[in-house]
């Protein structure tokens, strides 16, 4: 049977690629510099609220993905929808982002070799990284399911189930300081390679698939939740935020983002807490804010191309308004790109075969 829509799950993905946007824009101006006081402490603030970006897509996968397969699941035809609706875009836009990075003409045979390596590790652009780790949840989905349903079956009181929860959360946390803090001597070339690439890793972002596949399976419950959760997550937010921005703000002539790693106990805290409150505030806006529905209905081809959006977009602002400020330059930039990739994205999807480069656009009703 079809499953009901979730009405604030585009909201909540529109939220979620706007803070991309930002993240990526607020980074290119970070690399130029000359940031003055304010500056920095705005572009830290803004990269704070907008770090919630990747946790929240992950929290999306699992939560879309329990809620539509959990009773069911067809694995062939299961991969091959991800697969046309998923993958062939990011292999068309993989080869976009290789040829316009590496710019080589006429194409030889080490050409592919570079292009083969770029679909691997998702290096194709700096963005497309995200799409590779989206897949490995795709391609494990069964052990992650069997792994709920076994719960399901041995675990029958809610205390049981929440323990078990609240261990995988402190587990993950151990897990993302022993990834990263210790310190690994070896030479084999395969476990180089998987450390240089760990962040790629989707076993170093499950606790967002976690919580997002415990949302869709009880997701009127997870709905009535996030009210008497809202003050403690917003007092650990509000904590956090200034911390992080604080810790931002320090640089020299522009933010530290050394900071914002997504991979210390403090940021792990802190993405848990937006991503209760930004849900909420989807839930608030779904009924009245159409436009972030738009945007995260056009989500996946919006965020294939916001990085060819946003180079063109940075050099037009800033030769178009010459006397602006960081600041200025920054919001103006973010703006544009947002809607430089949502149009690009309807047109493309409008021509013969344009869902190969988009992605399927979900309806209004399903």
């Known amino acids: 049977m079809t499953k009901t829509r979730i009405r604030e799950l585009d909201t909540f993905r529109g939220l979620a690629f706007a803070a991309v946007v930002l993240q990526h824009t607020i980074g290119i101006y970070n690399q130029r510099g000359g940031f003055t006081t304010f500056d920095k402490w705005l572009a830290a603030g803004l990269f704070s609220a907008a770090k919630f970006a990747v946790p929240a897509f992950v929290f999306v996968t699992g939560l879309v993905l329990f809620y539509n397969y959990y009773d069911s699941l067809n694995y062939p035809g299961f991969i091959v929808k991800r697969f046309t609706e998923v993958g062939i875009p990011y292999l068309a836009w993989s080869l976009y982002y290789t040829s316009f990075y590496t710019r080589r003409w006429p194409v030889t045979p080490d050409y592919f070799k570079v292009y083969v390596k770029n679909i691997l590790t998702g290096k194709g652009g700096y963005h497309l990284w995200f799409i590779v780790l989206i897949m490995q949840f795709y391609i494990l989905f069964p052990v992650w399911r069997y792994l709920f349903q076994l719960a399901g079956r041995l675990l029958r009181s809610s205390a049981s189930k929440w323990a078990v929860l609240a261990a995988a959360g402190f587990f993950y946390l151990w897990l993302v300081v022993w990834a990263y803090s210790t310190q690994f001597s070896t030479q084999n070339p395969v476990l180089l390679s998987i450390l240089k690439y760990r962040d790629h890793i989707s076993l170093l972002w499950y606790l967002y698939f976690m919580i997002g596949g415990v949302a869709g399976l009880n997701l009127k419950k997870f709905r009535s939740l996030l009210k008497p959760l809202t003050i403690p997550a917003l007092l650990t937010y509000v904590v956090l935020f200034y911390y992080f921005t604080h810790l931002m703000a320090g640089g020299d002539s522009c ?71 960081i600041t200025l330059h920054l919001l103006l930039t973010f703006i544009l790109t947002v809607l430089i990739s949502l149009v690009l994205t309807m047109l493309l999807n409008r021509l013969p075969l344009g869902n190969f480069l988009t992605g399927r656009v979900r309806t209004k009703t399903g």
Do not use: C, E, Q
């Not at 209760?276 to 945007?295: E, G, M, N, Q």
């Open 255 to 325: 933010i530290s983002l050394k900071y914002a790693g997504s991979f210390t106990p403090a940021m792990v805290i802190f993405s848990v807490a937006t991503i209760l409150l930004f849900y909420r505030l989807a839930i608030t806006l779904s009924d009245k804010v159409h436009f972030f529905d738009t945007l995260g209905r056009y989500s996946l081809g919006a965020y294939l191309a916001h990085a060819a959006a946003l180079n063109w977009t940075t050099l037009a602002v800033i030769y178009l308004t010459p006397g602006a400020g």
